[in-house]
């Protein structure tokens, strides 16, 4: 992915933030980073074709206020990197309230921006291919992850919202079967990758009749991959 270039106006406040001693004072939402703000809406979206980065939900909205620009390192963790080109992107609401300043690193205490996939806990959308690490069988709601990083991904960003249809929050919204499968899962913790499988095949096939028989079974080929 490319990353936004600053220049004229927007280097020029970049620079001074730069320049901070205590960048910690700074608010991301202050007024004069609102031309910022918005060339890096602006640049992400286009640059991501309106999707976002971690659910892979596709939205295509006129206004940017749909979106959320988002610190992959969190700016209130590591506000050095506010107005780092490849600590930004743009996400859905939904991802970025869900990983909101979770730890996202290797390690916490890191001072310089670390500029290698191998620093992040999770699928970096400037250092790392998706695909490599997630099959999205659907967007929005049902993830396979290939990878340790595709893991961590699910979790950090709740892309795991499929759970809400095992009665994860809400038993009365489940089947008994999604909920003796989860409840397996999150008993049997030697076990649990292989009941999280199931799961998946069993909310694929539950939701058939609205997805379509073709489509069902590009799906669970998917699960197999």
């Known amino acids: 992915m490319n990353e936004v270039l600053f220049s004229g106006k927007e280097l020029e ?21 609102s031309i910022l703000r918005k060339q890096i809406k602006d640049h992400y979206l286009v640059e991501q074709n309106y999707t976002c ?18 610190h992959i390192i969190s700016k209130s963790t590591h506000p ?3 107005f780092e080109p490849r600590n930004l992107c743009i ?17 916490d205490n890191r001072v310089r921006f670390p500029e290698n996939s ?25 993830y396979k992850w290939k990878t340790p990083k595709g893991r961590n991904t699910i979790r950090i960003y709740g892309l795991d919202r499929f759970l809400e249809d095992t009665g994860r929050n ?4 489940a089947n008994e079967k999604s909920r003796n499968i ?16 199931e799961l998946l095949q069993h909310l694929v096939l539950k939701n058939a009749d609205r997805i379509g028989a073709e489509e069902t079974i590009n799906m669970l080929k998917k699960l197999e991959e």
Request: proline content about 3%; overall charge neutral; hydrophobic content about 30%.
């Open 13 to 33: 406040l970049v620079n001074d933030f730069k320049d901070l001693k205590d960048k910690r004072s700074v608010s991301w939402g202050d007024d004069k980073f």
């Open 53 to 70: 980065c971690f659910c892979r939900q596709r939205i295509v909205v006129k206004s940017n206020r749909a979106w959320d620009a988002e």
């Open 80 to 82: 050095d990197f506010m």
């Open 91 to 107: 996400s859905c609401p939904d991802c970025n309230n869900e990983k909101s300043d979770k730890q996202v690193l290797d390690r």
């Open 118 to 142: 191998r620093a992040y806990k999770i699928v970096h959308p400037h250092f790392d291919k998706y695909e490599e690490h997630l099959n999205v069988i659907v967007e929005g709601k049902l």
């Open 170 to 173: 809400n038993p009365n919204r």
């Open 182 to 197: 989860m409840a397996s899962a999150l008993s049997n913790s030697q076990d649990y990758e292989k009941l999280e499988m």
